[in-house]
């Protein structure tokens, strides 16, 4: 898929927070306002700046951009699931003495945006780094009432859009060490393009009546739109959803029909609905194994290669490929899987 471009111009501040605060007006604001920040000057300001990201894919990119000049604070660690998390006293704490705050937006922090409201109203530099995405290239369920898909990082091609903001915000931010934010960007680019030519080439060897993937919810659309698969998630988008007796009945019939072999349990989702399945498929006479663990909502252990953005992708490409058929090293992309 050719990676979609745009000129669309970044909105003004007061109409981004009007979005963000009509968008939060569903999910209910808290009235209790967050300290006001004191401005400071770029002479007064020593060291790093104080950057904070919502989940581990965010921290990922703010990380690469910013490298020596940011102290990067991921709010949500991994295993945690951000269509649930509430922030806490720490986060909030945080949050107010950050120099920016990145999240993704499109309601993937749905019970933390009325916190970033605040922040936002109170003074803070608070940007989702989906802000200048196409909204063309935005998926739309019909079980999501609406809202465009969130887990655009599922698509290695799309998630290179966040990088602009990161490298602007920051430059903005911090002019001294524009050249460096745009070096550090570039670099980050090449490696994206890097992996989603792996994924391509590795996903391309999965036969196509294999191509189904079946996971524990719907994180998985935009990764099935780049690389050609069918994406049957047992929930919802948001985990916040519960698969039905006839939901599990209907996967069934599917993995009996097509001859699945194999479906895959996440990370940050309960795998009782993945083992209903193998069980009902057991029952009509037609074996179904795990395929693997995939990395959806958050990404693996810090400090891992799994714990980073292109470990994450390339664990789930490298997983998704071997288990369904295809050809794909044990190690995967950069050989450090094999661990």
């Known amino acids: 898929m050719k990676q979609v471009s745009h000129t669309r111009p970044r909105p003004p501040r007061a109409l981004r927070l009007i979005a963000l605060c009509l968008t939060v007006f569903v999910i209910g604001c808290s009235e209790q306002p967050l300290p006001t920040p004191q401005p400071e000057s770029e002479s007064d300001r020593e060291g790093p700046l104080g950057l904070v ?64 409201i605040r922040a936002a109203s109170s003074g803070k530099p608070v940007h989702a780094v989906t802000e200048l995405v196409d909204e063309a290239t935005l998926l739309e369920p019909a079980e999501f009432a609406g809202h465009p898909d969130p887990h655009l990082w599922m698509d290695p091609a799309l998630w290179q859009q966040t990088v602009a903001v990161v490298r602007d915000r920051l430059s903005e931010a911090d002019p001294a060490h524009a050249e460096a934010y745009l070096a550090n960007a570039e670099a980050y680019n090449a490696q994206l393009r890097a992996l989603d030519l792996y994924a391509s080439e590795a996903l ?69 609905n993945i083992k209903a399945l193998i069980a009902g498929a057991a029952a009509r006479g037609h074996a179904v194994t795990i395929g693997g663990e995939l990395f959806s909502d958050a990404m693996g252990e810090a400090g891992t290669y799994r714990g980073t953005y292109l470990g994450m992708i390339d664990h789930n490409v490298t997983t998704i490929t071997r288990a369904l058929g295809g050809i794909a090293p044990e190690g995967g992309m950069n050989g450090l899987l094999a661990d």
Request: proline content about 2%.
């Open 204 to 272: 391309s060897t999965v036969s196509e009546q294999s191509r189904v993937l079946v996971t524990a919810h719907d994180a998985f659309n935009y990764f099935g739109r780049r690389f050609g698969f069918e994406v049957v998630g047992i929930q919802g988008i948001s985990t916040e959803s519960e698969a039905g007796v006839r939901d599990i009945e209907r996967l069934v019939d599917l993995l009996v029909q097509r001859q699945v072999g194999a479906v895959f349990v996440e990370s940050t989702v309960s795998d009782r």
């Open 53 to 116: 990201a919502t989940t581990g894919m965010v921290g990922d990119v703010v990380s690469a951009i910013a490298g020596d000049h940011g102290d990067v604070t991921v709010l949500m660690k991994p295993g945690v699931d951000p269509h649930l998390y509430k922030p806490t006293r720490n986060d909030i704490a945080a949050i107010t003495t950050a120099d920016i705050v990145f999240y993704n937006g499109l309601l993937l922090e749905g019970k933390m945006t009325d916190t970033l």
